[in-house]
């Protein structure tokens, strides 16, 4: 089998992702994903991968990954991630291992071992239909106040609104779907406006009194988890993480900048909690930093920005040898959560997916031709070959789709 094209896809809908498709001369088709700055990276894919992608037999994933990683002019010192080379290479692997599983009749969770686990426990990330979906300038992400006056009705699966005006409601929803985890970002909008620096008391009280409503309405029923986007300067981090203690949080994730090795481990030693991180420098290199010093319990590495399915397989097992738990980040997009959940199959030490309801119930479903079942506050990898699903005919067909094509494709 050879590789005849290179394809990447956009939607002007969900205009920050980009799908990655690898064309055959045997007709299949392999399926890979990354966002954030999709053009420059389709023009890096169609620039760099393809050329030399064109022409070579898609089961050589690893010498093809460790090729575009290091040998086509893209070699990468120190602890690079969400680089725009990383997210096309990212994509472009995914899509090797779909290929491999579909060639082989096998899903990718028995390439890598087989299934360890048939479901996994899910947590919600607390976002909305349009988070991270859609290109947006300046600060690329949504953030409310509830110093701004409430809407006038806050529709179902509006997470992010809820999480701000009504968060004991947005508990309760996930409880009675059988969701006992969710991750909020109170503290985010505080952050904004001091760069960090510090959180007054005001803007204390604001921000756990969301926690607060939670605990009130769930009792011990719902672990919480806080996601901080590494705004926070770490004294004013440690601050937060004493205050929010009382309210039994489950983990901190990414507090401050990580590439604070030293300050992460203090922090870590200093509150007892467990840290989470970290989507944003999580390649092998700097887990291998983060667990000498023993300063994160939980890998949420993203692999459509660390290297691919490559990439998540040595964290993972990183992760094993130092007795840590792997939970990877998809608040993006469905093919991410597809592969993460191949590899959380075959992890024996897989903890939580990500998940965000209004993506599952909504892009996501109309996205892809399948998704993996949802129950009971679990979620069940697919079982059919290589990621378990493959992009929609009727988006496919969209009038909004636009598509490049180096080489040939199966159609």
Known sequence: MK???????????????LWVRLH?????????????????????????????????????????HEAIRHDIGNHFQGFPTRSVELRGNSAVDI????????AMGQPVAMLLGGFVNSEIRLYNTCANSAYNN??????????????????????????????????????????DEGITA???????????????????AAGMKDALWTIEEIRRETGDAMDVM?????????AAALEIARAAEAYGIFWHEDPFATDNFDDLAAYHRATGSRLAGSEALGTTAWYREMFARGAIDVANFD???????????RIAHLAQIHNRCIAPHDCTGPVTLLANLQLMAASPNA?????????LEGFYRAAMTALPEVENGHIRPTRTPGIGAALSPEVLARPDLGRRVTGKTCA
């Open 226 to 234: 806080i996601e901080y986007h590494g705004l926070w300067q770490p």
């Open 24 to 64: 055959t001369d045997e007709g299949l088709v392999g399926l890979g994903e990354t966002f954030r700055n999709p053009q420059a990276v389709a023009a890096y894919v169609h620039e760099t991968c393809a050329p030399f992608l064109i022409g070579k037999d898609p089961m050589q994933r690893t010498a093809l």
């Open 303 to 313: 692999m459509a920005w660390v290297g691919g399915l490559t990439e998540g397989q």
């Open 95 to 102: 899509a090797l291992w779909d290929l491999c599983g579909q």
């Open 182 to 200: 969710m991750k909020i970002w109170p503290f985010d909008v505080h952050a904004l406006r001091s760069r960090g620096r510090y959180i007054d």
């Open 351 to 359: 903890i939580f997916a990500e998940t965000v309801r209004s993506h």
């Open 134 to 175: 859609k290109v947006r300038s300046g600060y690329n992400s949504q953030i409310y106040s509830r110093s701004d006056p409430a809407p006038g009705r806050i529709g179902r699966h509006e997470d992010l609104l809820m999480q701000v005006y009504e968060p004991a409601r947005l508990a309760r929803e996930l409880l």
């Open 3 to 17: 590789i005849t094209g290179v394809e990447t896809i956009q939607i002007e809908e969900f205009s920050n992702l």
